[in-house]
């Protein structure tokens, strides 16, 4: 191939015009070999691709190096001859060789780092078995945000605990959030649920486990238990349970409001909605049930078990009460008690060392004392009488036939009673028997009539009124 005449310049360097000789193999691209003669050089141009190399591999290059023995040598700067390079947004993907970080570098303007070059890292910064989690710039203190993809964060192995450090006097919390009313902890064994929580909610202390230097605490619910407090080996579960405690000792409240406001109160023991919720010192005292001993101050070893047992019990001082059964002892304010059943001595304020047993056995005494009632309804309105004793299904009561403030009674039988309020002293043994009058001794099923045998009271004339089926007779004392 002759070029006549093709100039690429004159003198100072440029070839000479004049003819240029020289053949080539397409698609390689020419280059000068002297003066006036052109051969193949090592770039190739097919129309999509420039290459070099014996050919293109794809037609979506560029341009493309195509060797098996010899690559591609980046320009080699220093880091302060790297910053010192006015680029642009534009620039983005410039790369070069940092001989002082021995890393490859490319410009991003979109990163963080002040001079936007990014740093290509390597299997050497990776560790082969870490450890430990480093924050980006390999320091493990100061503030770091670690944030996770989903299922992001798994623990396999053998190992038993997991170990955290801070500060005695840290502010900052776990953190365990989900949306609303789903569970945020889960247990599983084998694919099947055995526990789970399925939610906390509230703005306040949750968790308390040991608050401070106490020991032995432990605190589940919004407000529950006090962090100043000095009192050891209490519970608490449930919104403000415990709230106001600060020495009381061995306590466990397990509700909301349950023991709220005991301060120094210890051996306490509440379950349910507001159960001791006002119990202050009070000691030894066991409530089980919504508002089970929820308005005591200070009372000490009481038992009440049921919904709103000793519910009104306000007087500040009282002691050694069973209550067993919903409104029992509702509004007692004195001691030694027992009241078993529905109601069992549900309107007894002052009364004292009563024994109820059965549904609503004495339930309308107040002021009574030392009465014993046994059976659905024994002694069912006695307000004001005292020592007697009742046993059997409305023993007590039969129609408008009542013990109410008569005392001294000893009445055993189904509806055995005596006819005026205010007798006394008799004994009455029988279904139905009736006493009808005071200091009678009365035995035998009656009915309606007074019994099979009456023995009244010896009279002024020293005799003695025997009725028997309806019949009096009288005997004679004298000797």
């Known amino acids: 191939m002759i070029l006549n005449n093709f100039g690429f310049g004159s003198g100072g360097g440029g070839a000479s015009s004049g003819d240029i000789s020289g053949a080539g193999t397409a698609p390689k691209m020419p280059k000068f070999t002297a003066e006036k003669n052109i051969a193949d050089s090592q770039v190739s141009d097919n129309g999509t691709t420039v290459f070099i190399g014996a050919s293109a591999t794809s037609e979506k290059a560029l341009f493309e190096l195509n060797s098996t023995s010899q690559g591609i040598l980046l320009p080699r700067l220093t880091t302060t001859q790297i910053n010192a390079i006015t680029v642009g947004e534009t620039t983005n993907s410039l790369m070069l060789y940092s001989t002082t970080a021995n890393r490859f570098r490319y410009y991003n303007h979109a990163s963080v780092d002040a001079n936007k070059w ?10 082969a ?30 190992q038993t605990t997991f170990k955290g450090a801070g500060s005695t006097s840290g502010t ?31 703005a306040n202390k949750i968790l308390y486990i040991n608050p401070n230097t106490t020991t032995g605490n432990l605190f589940v619910g ?19 349970s415990m709230l106001s405690n600060t020495t009381g000792n061995q306590n466990i409240g397990f509700g909301a409001y349950s023991l709220t406001s005991n301060i120094n109160g210890y051996y306490n023991l509440g379950v349910g909605y507001n159960s001791l919720t006002a119990n202050i010192s009070g000691f030894g005292n066991v409530a089980i049930g919504w508002s089970a001993l929820s308005t005591s101050t200070q009372a000490n070893t009481n038992i009440a078990i049921g919904y709103q047992s000793m519910v009104s019990a306000t007087t500040a001082y009282y002691a050694d009460n069973v209550a067993i059964g919903s409104f029992t002892l509702a509004n007692t304010s004195t001691g030694g008690q027992v009241a078993i059943g529905y109601q069992a001595l549900k309107a007894n304020t002052t009364g004292t060392s009563n024994t109820a047993v059965g549904y609503s056995s ?13 059976g659905l309804n024994a002694g069912y309105y006695i307000d004001a009488g005292g020592s007697n004793v009742l046993i059997g299904m409305n023993a007590g009561f039969n129609g408008v036939n009542r013990v109410v403030n008569g005392s001294f009674n000893t009445v055993i039988g189904t509806s055995a009673s005596v006819t005026d309020v205010a007798d006394s002293g008799n004994i009455v043994l029988g279904h139905e028997a009736l006493a009808t009058g005071s200091n009678q001794f009365v035995v035998g099923s009656a009915g309606t009539n007074a019994g099979a045998v009456t023995i009244e009271a010896v009279t002024s004339d020293e005799t003695w009124s025997v009725i028997i089926n309806g019949v009096a007779k009288k005997i004679l004392l004298k000797a």
């Open 118 to 127: 990014e740093t290509l890292a390597t299997l050497n910064d990776i560790p």
């Open 129 to 158: 078995a870490p450890t430990t989690l480093y924050s980006g710039d390999g320091s493990l203190s100061g503030n770091r945000t670690v944030t996770l993809g989903a299922k992001t964060l798994l623990f396999t192995g053998n």
């Open 172 to 202: 900052s919390s776990l953190l365990v959030q989900n949306a609303a009313d789903a569970e945020l902890f889960k247990v599983r064994n084998d694919g099947a649920v055995i526990s789970q929580q399925g939610y906390w909610q509230g």
């Open 222 to 240: 919004e407000n529950s238990g006090n962090a100043t407090m000095t009192g050891v080996n209490n519970s608490a579960f449930g919104f403000q």
């Open 362 to 374: 004495l339930s309308a005494n107040t002021t009574g004392a030392a009465n014993t009632a046994i």
